[in-house]
């Protein structure tokens, strides 16, 4: 069982950046893999970007590559979504979670309770 916490959202203007966290207790979170979603209203939950548990790879959605960057601690259990040039089409609840990688819902097992980003015009 891996328990995950969002944190770092927040309201911000057009093109400013906002750092988000994901602290992970429990099984040992450098077991999975992780990665970051975002649901806005009325759409589907949309993966936006995974890192692998050495964090030796990365991927991102294509709406958000070169602004956004993946890391993670495997030392002090947390993952980072460093979000920069934010667009009012970023609004979303971001959700992190852990599970075997890729970027579907369902090959995530653990998931956080998401944290609200929000981008003003």
């Known amino acids: 069982q891996v328990q995950l916490v969002e944190s770092g959202g927040g309201l911000v203007q057009a093109g400013g950046s906002l750092r988000l966290s994901c602290a992970a207790s429990?099984?040992?979170?450098?077991?999975?893999?992780m990665g970051w979603f975002r649901q806005a209203p009325g759409k589907e939950r949309e993966f936006v970007s995974g890192?692998?548990?050495?964090?030796?790879?990365?991927s991102y959605a294509d709406s958000v590559k070169g602004r956004f960057t993946i890391s993670r601690d495997n030392a002090k259990n947390t993952g980072l979504l460093q979000m920069t040039g934010l667009k009012p089409e970023d609004t979303a609840v971001y959700y992190c979670?852990?599970?075997?990688?890729?970027?579907?819902?369902?090959?995530?097992?653990?998931w956080g309770q998401g944290t609200q980003v929000t981008v003003s015009s």
């Open positions: 979670a852990s599970g075997r990688g890729g970027t579907a819902v369902g090959q995530y097992t653990y």
């Open positions: 429990g099984r040992t979170f450098s077991s999975y893999a």
């Open positions: 890192i692998s548990r050495s964090a030796g790879s990365t």
